[in-house]
Structures are given as C-alpha cells and as structure tokens.
C-alpha cells in the first residue's frame, strides 16, 4: 500500500496531471493553495474550502467512493487518503491502473513536504515551494516562541457524547506540543479513545479545548464540576474544527488559536 508522500508512479514533464480526483477535504486545500485547484474535476464529502470548492462533484466520502464515476471522470492522478477512504476503493483504483498518491500527514511537518510534492505532480512547483516556506517559516517561528514558556495541562474534548479525546498518536497531539503544552490523557492506549469524566476530574487539567460544534460544546455541562482546574478558572476553549483536524496550510491557524489559549491559562 501506498505510504505517505508516495506514489505509484512520478510523472515526467510531459505526464503533469491535468485532471486530478482528489479524495479528502485537505487534499483539495492543499491544491487550492499551490494554485492547482482548477484541475480538479471530483472530490468528497465536505470539501468545503476554499468556497469554490463547493462547486467540484462530490463522488463520496468516508462510506466510500463511487468507482464507476471515476472511470467516467478519467483522471489523469487521483489523490487518496489512506487513513480516511476505504482500503477496498484505493486497491480497486490501483488495479485499475489509474495512477495514485497518497496523501496523508501525520505531522506539521508533512504538510509542507506534501505541498511540495503535489507541485511537483501538476506542475505547480514554484507556487508549491513558495506556499511551504512560508507555512514551514510560520512553524518554527511558533515553536520558537513557545518551547520555553510552561507547560500546561490540556485536555482536548474531540467529542461529548461519547465522551472522546486524543492520545500521542493523534494529529491534535502535534499542536498541543507545539504549543508546549501537556496532553493529559498522551499515554492512552488508542489515538482516539473513549473516556469518563471521572477519568477528566483525576487530570488536574488546567484548560479544556474543544471544537465548536454545537453538539460537542452543549454535550457536557463542565461547570457541573469546578473541582477540575480548568473549569474553575474559566479557562474552557472552543475552536473551528477545521484549524485543527484538517492537514493544511491553515493548521498554523489553529497551531495559533491553540497557542493563544494555552497563554491565556500561563497568564
């Protein structure tokens, strides 16, 4: 199977793709910001941004991809999401000789480096490189000025109900650390795992993010325990979960948002 930053085949000059599918809302970003974005011709569910976006066929999403629309759709390179489409889909697609990449960062860094490589796949290499040092000059400004400030204790609420938040293997864990903050729940036997609020009452948590989605925000009534520091304090956090799940440019806004609350806490 494909492994990050990895394709199948490395199109020479005259093979830059011209008519790309590309299977994940960051993959669809990240061409937008190389300015590639008007080569493609699909994509899936909630490949919302830029707003143009909107207007690209959606061919599926999480609960799968529509094959036959991609034989008729004829793409030139399909870029696939090996942690979030159907293993079935991407080994279909690839027995049907289409060509892939995989896209799929795992840390801030990979952002850049994926940037780089879709340029180099549409013949967007300049505007690529451009886009990436910048983003990877944002970065290790933001690391810069936060590694020496203390640490604080984070609890991220990625869901209310169940109640879910993240572990060291996680995509949020790489902003946490960013920020120098210390993820209470880092050592979790999943990335994602499911936990009770008595589990949060024993971290001594000094802050509480969340995403604003509505549901997440009114699924728990923190100040029903102001025992926990964060919720004493005031110090409970809501974010455009957008910033901080997707693997784009734009993390360095949610890196930022994050960093922001964390100094509210220190502060």
Not at 15 to 29: C, F, G, N, T, Y
Not at 200 to 212: D, F, K
Not at 247 to 267: H, M, Q
Request: overall charge negative; glycine content about 6%; some cysteine.
């Amino acid at each position: 199977m494909l492994g990050a930053a990895e394709s199948t085949h490395l199109p020479k000059p005259q093979q830059l793709a011209k008519r790309v599918i590309a299977l994940s809302p960051h993959a669809v970003e990240m061409l937008f910001a190389i300015g590639a974005g008007d080569t493609i011709v699909a994509t899936t569910d909630h490949a919302d941004y830029p707003a143009t976006a909107k207007n690209i066929p959606s061919i599926g999403g999480y609960y799968g991809i529509q094959v036959e629309r991609v034989i008729e759709l004829n793409p030139d390179l399909i870029v696939v999401w090996q942690s979030g489409n159907k293993m079935e889909d991407i080994k279909q697609l690839q027995d049907l000789g289409f060509k892939l990449v995989n896209s799929d960062p795992k840390t801030l860094a990979d952002i850049a480096t994926n940037l780089e490589q879709l340029g180099q796949l549409t013949g967007h290499s300049i505007k690529a490189k451009q886009v990436a040092d910048d983003y990877r000059q944002q970065l290790a400004e933001i690391k810069s000025n936060n590694q020496n400030k203390p640490a604080v204790k984070v609890f991220y609420q990625l869901w209310s109900t169940p109640l879910m938040t993240v572990a060291k293997d996680s995509w949020i864990q790489n902003l946490i650390e960013v920020c120098h903050g210390e993820n209470v729940f880092y050592d979790a036997a999943s990335e994602y795992p499911q936990i009770s609020i008595e589990n949060v009452l024993l971290t001594g948590a000094e802050v509480i993010l969340q995403s604003q989605d509505e549901g997440n925000v009114l699924g728990i009534n923190w100040a029903d325990w102001p025992e926990i520091p964060a919720v004493k304090n005031q110090h409970i956090y809501q974010f455009d979960a957008d910033l901080l799940h997707r693997a784009t440019p734009r993390a360095i806004l949610g890196v930022n948002a994050v960093c922001e609350a964390l100094d509210k806490v220190r502060g």
